[in-house]
């Protein structure tokens, strides 16, 4: 717990939370189910991921099967967030989902994909150490030149590499950023919405 102890106080909520707690420290409708009934962790992430069942179905599995602690955090900076706890054998690592309810920007309207049914869930679902691995908060997107003088707005980072919009042109396209790649550095995602579930599920369905 030691890089969200930085945020200052930090309260953890196990589920099942009752009603009555859960509203009271804030959880978002989109979580209240899911925290407050008598399930398993596995039911638990099912039940959260219910919305994103047909855009991220490996990602719902894999979390689901894979996650070993779900808990709500309360810190000094941040009101509430929800960590994904997994057990990777010699130690372990976590996902944080943030909280909900802040609106997309403009520019996501112009988005080859829907980022709202995600959004609604975790503002950002990111490592909970290095702050990336994943979709970013929306104040977290990332605007970048591209080779052609245009701009990529990044959604999605891991280390130097990042998913993005190029949204300097119309329609709206999105392309992976790989900033270590010798031979291909940048590359057009045809199916934005496949290419981040494979991004968010791979890594868990590797431990199987």
């Given at each position: 717990?030691?890089?969200?102890?930085?945020?200052?106080?930090?309260?953890?909520?196990?589920?099942?939370?009752?009603?009555?707690?859960?509203?009271?420290?804030?959880?978002?409708?989109?979580?209240?189910?899911?925290?407050?009934?008598?399930?398993?962790?596995s039911?638990?992430i099912?039940?959260?991921?219910?919305?994103?069942?047909?855009?991220?179905?490996?990602?719902?599995?894999?979390?689901?099967?894979h996650?070993?602690?779900?808990?709500?955090?309360?810190?000094?900076?941040?009101p509430?967030?929800?960590?994904?706890?997994f057990?990777?054998?010699?130690?372990?690592?976590?996902?944080?989902?943030?909280l909900?309810?802040?609106?997309?920007p403009?520019?996501?309207?112009?988005?080859?994909?829907?980022?709202?049914?995600?959004?609604?869930?975790h503002?950002?679902?990111?490592?909970?150490a290095?702050?990336?691995?994943?979709?970013?908060?929306?104040?977290?997107?990332?605007?970048?030149?591209?080779?052609?003088?245009?701009?990529i707005?990044?959604?999605?980072?891991e280390?130097?590499?990042?998913?993005?919009?190029?949204?300097?042109?119309?329609?709206?396209?999105?392309?992976?950023?790989?900033?270590?790649?010798?031979?291909?550095?940048?590359?057009?995602?045809?199916?934005?919405?496949?290419?981040?579930?494979?991004f968010?599920?791979?890594?868990?369905?590797?431990?199987?």
């Open positions: 717990m030691k890089y969200i102890a930085r945020e200052g106080q930090v309260v953890v909520h196990t589920p099942p939370l009752d009603v009555g707690v859960a509203k009271r420290i804030g959880v978002p409708q989109a979580w209240l189910e899911a925290l407050t009934g008598p399930a398993t962790i039911e638990q099912l039940t959260l991921w219910r919305p994103l069942a047909k855009l991220m179905p490996r990602s719902r599995t894999a979390y689901a099967t996650c070993v602690a779900l808990v709500a955090v309360q810190t000094g900076t941040h509430l967030s929800l960590l994904y706890c057990d990777l054998g010699t130690d372990w690592m976590a996902q944080r989902g943030f909900p309810g802040r609106p997309l403009e520019v996501a309207g112009r988005f080859p994909m829907d980022l709202s049914p995600l959004y609604a869930l503002d950002g679902l990111v490592n909970w290095s702050q990336d691995d994943g979709p970013l908060p929306v104040e977290e997107w990332r605007a970048t030149s591209d080779q052609q003088g245009g701009e707005l990044e959604v999605l980072t280390g130097g590499r990042a998913l993005g919009f190029v949204v300097s042109v119309d329609p709206v396209r999105a392309y992976w950023v790989d900033a270590d790649s010798e031979t291909d550095p940048v590359r057009e995602v045809e199916d934005p919405w496949a290419f981040m579930d494979k968010m599920a791979s890594w868990l369905e590797g431990m199987e």
